[in-house]
């Protein structure tokens, strides 16, 4: 446990120190708000971003970082969804809290769509899914992002 938590430390270091690492992780819980208040509301992408952003304060960089985030996904939800569903073993799609759909989207997104490495997006996952649903969320969530991390390094 301590020796994967130094190497997830140096991973972290290496992609441009604790500054940085605070930024992305804070953008991917602003891109997971987004996410989650627009599948409450469904309102337009744009709009919902627009106003989000006038009660949320963050720097240029985590702005840009979550709203690309946020975009992806929301453009992707279909597909995403249904990424999902075949992965969450023995759970109806609907049944899943908001919030768990809202990190596992955001996490399957960035796992689909950018270089950061699986294993932190995963991380980052678990602790969006211990911060804000619950602990018992956050085993889940490892289970269904690690189920959709093999199905596509298979592909």
């Known amino acids: 446990m301590r020796l994967k938590r130094n190497r997830y430390l140096l991973h972290l270091l290496s992609y441009g120190g604790a500054s ?5 992780t804070k953008s991917r ?7 989650f208040q627009w599948d409450m509301s469904q309102q337009d992408p744009a709009k919902l971003e627009a106003k989000f952003w ?4 963050a720097a240029d960089k985590t702005r840009d970082f979550a709203n690309q985030l946020f ?6 939800i279909t597909a995403l969804d249904e990424i999902i569903g075949k992965h ?5 799609f609907e049944r899943l809290a908001a919030i ?3 990190i596992l989207r955001l996490a399957i997104h960035e796992m689909s769509s950018s270089s950061t490495p699986p294993k932190v ?9 211990k911060k804000f649903s619950s602990e018992e969320s956050g085993a889940f969530v490892n289970g269904v992002l690690d189920a959709v991390h093999k199905s596509f390094t298979m592909k």
């Open 20 to 24: 940085n690492v605070s930024l992305r």
């Open 29 to 35: 819980e602003f891109a997971m708000q987004m996410l």
């Open 54 to 57: 006038k009660s949320a304060k």
């Open 71 to 76: 975009e992806g996904a929301a453009k992707e």
């Open 88 to 92: 969450c073993e023995n759970w109806r």
């Open 100 to 102: 768990d759909r809202a």
């Open 121 to 129: 997006v995963l991380n980052e996952a678990v602790e969006l899914a």
